[in-house]
């Protein structure tokens, strides 16, 4: 089965568009192929890290980017 590509796009890829990534990742990743992107790298925000792994989704290793990146 060929996996959907969906890009999570915010303003500067820190916090929302990363988890909304990783928890496509963590709960569909057999049928979606996630990404994230900003219109600038702010990096990626600690807190959310935090929150994420408390949920149990590791967000640790992704990247901040922007949407160029995925051109």
Do not use: Y
């Not at 990404?35 to 792994?53: D, E, R, T, Y």
């Amino acid at each position: 089965m060929r996996k959907v590509k969906v890009l999570f796009l915010c303003t500067g890829n820190s916090c929302r568009s990363q988890m909304a990534e990783g928890w496509a990742r963590h709960l569909k990743s057999e049928w979606i192929e996630p990404f994230s992107a900003g219109i600038a790298v702010h990096g990626l925000n600690p807190h959310a890290v935090q929150v994420m792994s408390g949920a149990g989704a590791d967000i640790s290793k992704q990247g901040s980017k922007t949407l160029a990146e995925h051109s």
